[in-house]
């Protein structure tokens, strides 16, 4: 089947302006390599028939060696060389990122969320997109186009043998997800090639997931994948269903621009042999185009090219002060509002308080919704942290996922992207780690890679700490690996009060948050712990993020010693019983957040008391509490008695089962009653 002419034609523009890119780069090797980039060279035609069929409402993940698509949906040279030279107008990182890492939010191109350079890891973002549709589609939030979204997600064959691209098939096969996956197979990794590193390729391993349907194509025949795509496409369109394309491809040029194919490849003679553009020409002149035709279509592209570049030199740099925008967006969340504490008949547990918020949220807001493992119908989380929701709200809004930390946490990307408001889950800050990689590489950077355009808002809640002999993988402390994650809010409250009011705080703040919450304080159990029981505060309660609390005051001592204890989370309650006897002396300050974190109320307690305990449940070596204390040491030095003193965990690898190594591991009452004693008679 030939296609109409004036496809044809706008394709071979684009690929011939795709391919005058590549050549000038490397005719400018000098000027273009002071910062790495990659070409679509050999990948065109796919690349092009993609973008074609794309629409405003769709949403994009591309990668690093897609610039032919970028060009394909409407992307200018001159916007890819801005991203190329870094410059201050890049339209996609205002210079922040490398070369085809776009994020993209023009009304009429499709919506490109922002994508990082690892490897695969636009999986679960882009799948996480397609689950919003699907969301919205079954709860019956109205989508006004005429044709509805779909997600495409482009992956190199070599990135699919990442488990967390597994994770991603998963979910869209489970859910019938409006997604395609477009596999770009040239062959290579780097320097390895797909014999030494692939069982199998994607289409050979698509196959394992049922419910997905794929194809395999040639990739450098423009007129057969667009045909292709265009039957694709139409059927996810109207069907609602996951496709992968596995197209093969050459690679006629560098890995990138710092990795020379010319160091490893001893296929190049037999890549060139299947250059998609003479396969275009040859599909142009069958189409009836005569050689002059297509002769000015290249030299345009040329001219256009070397006019952009020259253009794109002179563009302006970053400034230094550039450094410090759009690190979180604004919130409008900085007032402490409605009713902390209402009478009422009985206190209401910690654990409680925030299945209240999670309910009053949903009951307002039709794109909040709640997902992770065992948090569905039958158990309601393992802490009965969502019981009762999927009853009231339905198993769309609330539902279990695979054991898939890094889909719970990378997914809410996509989410988020398509306007919606994720909840997620992860059962214990000890299975955290798999979801660390999308939670660092995708989730904490979009806002501040993209320029601002899409940050991520999502709540990602975490229960933690030690508690009844929980043992070495159910008792973690986690917060020292969270805060050296910039780009994240992070939440750590002590009783039901905050931890509601930072739920609704995080709920209005458009950037990810996550809250830590200590396993301990849920119900109360813990010996002590009776004053994280408190009257529910009033549905319209929000706390801000960064507001410290002074859980105990005192006043400034003439002659007596005194000593503020930094603390947070279930350091608050062995504070608040260690100084039962010494309530005049001990100010307690609880941060409730540890990022933002509240140092004016830190530093002015610290000044007033002379002395300082940061008191943790982590083990103390190269921890926060350890941070935190240098913090206060730097900024309060000359109005300090004695030392900034740290008190927590031993530093052993793991929380031991047994009881009486549990109790000689973390900190206890009696622990922190005599550290303050020993700074109080510093």
């Given amino acids: 089947m030939n296609l109409d002419k004036s496809i044809l034609k706008k394709a071979f523009s684009t690929m011939a302006t795709a391919k005058a890119m590549a050549t000038l780069y490397e005719d400018n090797f000098k000027i273009v390599s002071k910062y790495v980039h990659a070409t679509s060279r050999g990948h065109e035609a796919i690349q092009i028939a993609m973008a074609m069929q794309l629409l405003p409402q769709d949403y994009a993940f591309p990668y690093y060696r897609d610039d032919a698509m970028m060009l394909g949906i409407g992307m200018q040279p001159y916007d890819l060389m801005l991203q190329l030279m870094a410059k201050k107008d890049d339209p996609f990182s205002g210079g922040r990122t490398y070369y085809c890492h776009p994020s993209l939010k023009d009304a009429d191109k499709p919506k490109i969320p922002h994508q990082s350079s690892a490897t695969g890891m636009q999986a679960i973002p882009a799948t996480g997109a397609a689950m919003g549709f699907w969301y919205k589609e079954n709860i019956g939030i109205q989508d006004t186009n005429q044709e509805k979204p779909l997600v495409v997600c482009s992956l190199g064959d070599a990135s699919v043998t990442e488990g967390e691209i597994a994770e991603a098939l998963q979910m869209a096969a489970l859910k019938q997800l409006p997604i395609l996956y477009l596999v770009q197979d040239n062959g290579w990794d780097i320097s390895a090639n797909a014999a030494e590193t692939r069982a199998q390729n994607a289409f050979e391993y698509a196959k394992g997931f049922h419910g997905i349907e794929a194809i395999s194509i040639d990739g450098a025949n423009f007129t057969e994948s667009y045909l292709a795509v265009q039957k694709v496409v139409k059927t996810i369109r109207e069907e609602r269903r996951p496709f992968l394309v596995h197209a093969k491809v050459p690679l006629l040029n560098h890995h990138t621009s710092g990795v020379r194919m010319e160091w490893y490849r001893d296929d190049l003679e037999e890549a060139q042999s299947r250059d998609p553009y003479p396969v275009l020409i040859q599909q142009l002149l069958e189409a009836g185009f005569i050689k002059e035709e297509i002769q000015t279509i290249e030299n345009t592209a040329v001219a256009k090219v070397q006019a952009d570049f020259d253009k794109a030199q002179l563009a302006e740099d970053p400034a230094p002060e550039d450094l410090f925008t759009h690190d979180f967006a604004p919130t409008t969340i900085i007032e402490e509002v409605g009713e902390r504490n209402p009478e009422r008949e009985d206190k209401v547990v910690m654990v409680d308080c925030a299945l209240f918020a999670v309910e009053e949220l949903m009951k307002k807001h039709q794109e909040c919704l709640l997902y992770g493992q065992d948090v569905g119908g039958r158990l309601g989380g393992v802490f009965r942290e969502a019981a009762t929701l999927a009853q009231k709200f339905g198993d769309e809004r609330v539902f279990n996922t695979p054991i898939q930390?890094?889909?719970?946490?990378?997914?809410?990307?996509?989410?988020?992207?398509?306007?919606?408001?994720?909840?997620?889950?992860?059962?214990?800050?000890?299975?955290?780690?798999?979801?660390?990689?999308?939670?660092?590489?995708?989730?904490?950077?979009?806002?501040?890679?993209?320029?601002?355009?899409?940050?991520?808002?999502?709540?990602?809640?975490?229960?933690?700490?030690?508690?009844?002999?929980?043992?070495?993988?159910?008792?973690?402390?986690?917060?020292?690996?969270?805060?050296n994650i910039r780009g994240i809010k992070i939440a750590y409250p002590s009783n039901g009060a905050d931890l509601k009011g930072l739920l609704k705080a995080a709920y209005y703040d458009p950037n990810p948050v996550v809250i830590l919450e200590h396993k301990g304080l849920y119900w109360s159990k813990v010996k002590g712990t009776d004053a994280a029981r408190v009257n529910e505060p009033s549905d319209d309660y929000i706390l801000p993020f960064g507001k410290a609390n002074i859980v105990q005051e005192i006043w400034e001592q003439e002659t007596d010693e005194t000593i503020t204890v930094i603390t947070y989370g279930m350091g608050v309650h062995w504070a608040l019983n260690a100084s039962t006897n010494m309530k005049n002396q001990v100010e307690i300050i609880d941060l409730r957040t540890l990022y933002p974190l509240d140092e004016e109320t830190i530093f002015k307690s610290v000044k007033k008391a002379k002395k300082c305990l940061v008191v943790t449940e982590e083990p103390t070596n190269n921890s926060f509490a350890r941070s935190l204390a240098g913090l206060i040491q730097e900024n309060c030095f000359k109005y300090l008695d004695a030392p900034v003193m740290v008190i927590g965990s031993e530093n052993m690898p793991a929380i031991p089962l047994n009881s009486t190594l549990e109790f000689t591991m973390i900190p206890n009452v009696d622990k922190v009653k005599a550290k303050m004693e020993e700074l109080l008679n510093y």
């Fill in 405 to 483: 930390e890094a889909f719970i946490v990378g997914s809410t990307v996509g989410m988020s992207a398509v306007g919606l408001k994720p909840i997620v889950e992860v059962q214990f800050a000890d299975y955290i780690w798999p979801g660390l990689n999308q939670l660092f590489t995708e989730v904490s950077r979009s806002c501040y890679l993209s320029n601002g355009k899409w940050p991520v808002s999502m709540i990602l809640r975490v229960p933690i700490g030690a508690y009844g002999s929980g043992g070495p993988y159910h008792s973690s402390s986690v917060e020292s690996v969270l805060t």
